[in-house]
């Protein structure tokens, strides 16, 4: 596995779940997933395949160890804009999470300091 591949997880309780940015050795467990690079932008087919996690999660094979069902994930359309629209959405999308990631931090200081309120007019109401 090249840093460059994209994996899918193939069987257990992640079945379904894309991702990339590893150099390696690929698990029993994991698939590589070809596409051809002049018209697919990576990043693009990783989000997109990420969104269809639940899709493949939830249509897995067999009792013991459950599989990913390779129909659904062969039969699977992806939406293929020029590769130039492929890296706006991935760039745009980029943008976004990382407005969500700074959100989350805010909201995690903000809750913290409403708990400290909280206890400060607690402790205050309750002097005697």
Not at 31 to 48: A, C, I, P, S
Not at 58 to 76: E, M, Q, T, V, Y
Not at 119 to 128: A, D, H, V
């Amino acid at each position: 596995m090249a840093n460059g591949d994209l994996i899918i997880i193939c069987d257990g309780s992640k079945s379904g779940d894309v991702f990339s940015g590893f150099e390696g050795v690929l698990s029993s467990t994991m698939g590589r997933v070809d596409f051809d690079k002049k018209q697919v932008e990576k990043m693009y087919l990783e989000l997109f395949l990420k969104t269809k996690f639940d899709l493949f999660n939830s249509s897995k094979k067999g009792a013991a160890i459950p599989h990913l069902d390779f129909n659904i994930f062969n039969n699977l359309e992806i939406p293929l804009p020029p590769i130039a629209e492929q890296k706006k959405i991935v760039a745009r999308l980029d943008s976004l999470s990382e407005k969500i990631k700074n959100l989350q931090e805010y909201q995690k200081s903000t809750a913290s300091d409403f708990i400290s309120l909280e206890q400060s007019i607690l402790s205050k109401s309750f002097r005697c």
